[in-house]
Structure formats: structure tokens, C-alpha cells
């Protein structure tokens, strides 16, 4: 099994950053193409892949609204996932999930993750 605990939400103001941190306890390199990922969701919508990680190669994937705003990172040997995200805009406030999974399909599809964590607020006033 696989815990995942993200920290490092909080409120800013529109332009500015935050780093989110996920330590993931158990084994994350699960087969056959193992992914780790961070979802938003705001109120009254979906959950929405953001950024993703293919842990055999480490290729990044994003999605479009947050493509040279936000850096996807992992520290290998402490197993922390990271999300940078830079040029914050009112419209990325959500609450914030990192999550780990068999890879068994599309990497912003979260069915395709088994392993999620509680989440971190994220916050940003215009």
C-alpha cells in the first residue's frame, strides 16, 4: 500500500508561487508504467489532472492552462513529489491532491490512480 501526504497550500495574492510537497510512504513504482500526478478540484467541478510524472523515465506531462506556470519534481531518494507553480492565477484556487497509481491508462485520468492524498488548499485572490 501507498500513503501520500501533500502539505504546502496556503493563500497568495495573483502572481505569486507556491511549492506543494507529497511524501509518498510505501512503494510507488508500481507495474507496469508507473505515474504520479497532482489533481485540483474547485468547488462544484471535477477533478482535474494538472501535472504528471512517468516515475521509469521521469517525462513530465501538463495540461495546457498550466504549461510554463507550473514544474512537476521528485526527489528520488527522500520519495517526495513536488509542484511548483509560479504565475498563480485566481482560477488555479482548489484544493490540491497528489496521487500514484499503476499507470494503466491516461495520466490525467483518475481512475488511472489507486493512491491519494487527504489534499492541500490552494488559495489565490486577484
Known amino acids: 500500500s501507498v500513503e501520500l501526504v501533500e502539505s504546502g497550500g496556503g493563500s497568495v495574492q495573483a502572481g505569486g508561487s507556491l511549492r506543494l510537497s507529497c511524501v509518498a510512504s510505501?512503494?510507488?513504482?508500481?507495474?507496469?508504467?508507473?505515474?504520479m500526478g497532482w489533481f485540483r478540484q474547485a468547488p462544484g467541478k471535477g477533478r482535474e489532472g494538472v501535472a504528471a510524472?512517468?516515475?521509469?523515465?521521469?517525462?513530465?506531462f501538463y495540461v495546457d492552462s498550466v504549461k510554463g506556470r507550473f514544474t512537476i519534481s521528485r526527489d528520488n531518494v527522500q520519495n517526495v513529489l513536488f509542484l511548483e507553480m509560479d504565475s498563480l492565477k485566481p482560477e488555479d484556487t482548489a484544493m490540491y491532491y497528489c496521487?500514484?497509481?499503476?499507470?494503466?491508462?491516461?495520466?490525467?485520468?483518475?481512475?488511472?490512480?489507486?493512491?491519494w492524498g487527504q489534499g492541500t488548499q490552494v488559495t489565490v485572490s486577484s
Open positions: 496521487a500514484a497509481g499503476r499507470g494503466m491508462g491516461y495520466a490525467f485520468e483518475p481512475l488511472t490512480y489507486q493512491f
Open positions: 510524472m512517468r516515475l521509469s523515465d521521469g517525462r513530465e
Open positions: 510505501g512503494d510507488v513504482n508500481m507495474e507496469p508504467n508507473p505515474l
